[in-house]
């Protein structure tokens, strides 16, 4: 459980308002040209982490589904998915979107 996933500490593409490349060349956002393949690589990385913990959420939601609903209780309790709904409330409607899909998951193949 406890492997490493590297990564971090982000490389200082970040926070580089007002600063130029060695061509002086920069985007709208002031951040210099030739940090987009350093950004775009954390991009990926925190991609290959986000479909890692998704995948991970899913398996566990699923683990307590199937053993609730083995002991007779149901497939969904209300109160947690509210709770887990208002956990992405920060991010507006597309944060309702995440967390509704990460519920669906949970339900696996079958709670579609
Ligand atoms: C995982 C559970 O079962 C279901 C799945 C949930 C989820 O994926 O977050 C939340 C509530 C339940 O509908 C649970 O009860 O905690």
């Known amino acids: 459980m406890s492997e490493e996933h590297d990564m971090p500490p982000t490389t200082s593409a970040n926070d580089t308002t007002g600063t130029t490349d060695a061509a002086g060349t920069e985007d709208t956002a002031g951040t210099p040209v030739d940090d987009i393949a350093e950004l775009r690589k954390e991009i990926d990385w ?3 982490e ?6 991970r959420r899913a398996e566990v ?7 609730r609903m083995a002991a007779g209780g149901t497939r969904i309790v209300v109160n ?17 979107k995440i967390a509704m899909a990460l519920l669906a998951l949970g339900r696996g193949p079958l709670g579609r």
Do not use: F, H, N, W
């Open 61 to 67: 939601s699923q683990t307590i589904g199937a053993t």
């Open 80 to 96: 947690r998915e509210m709770d887990v709904l208002a956990r992405y409330r920060d991010l507006g409607p597309e944060g309702r």
């Open 46 to 48: 925190l991609d290959t």
């Open 50 to 55: 986000i479909l890692r913990l998704v995948k």
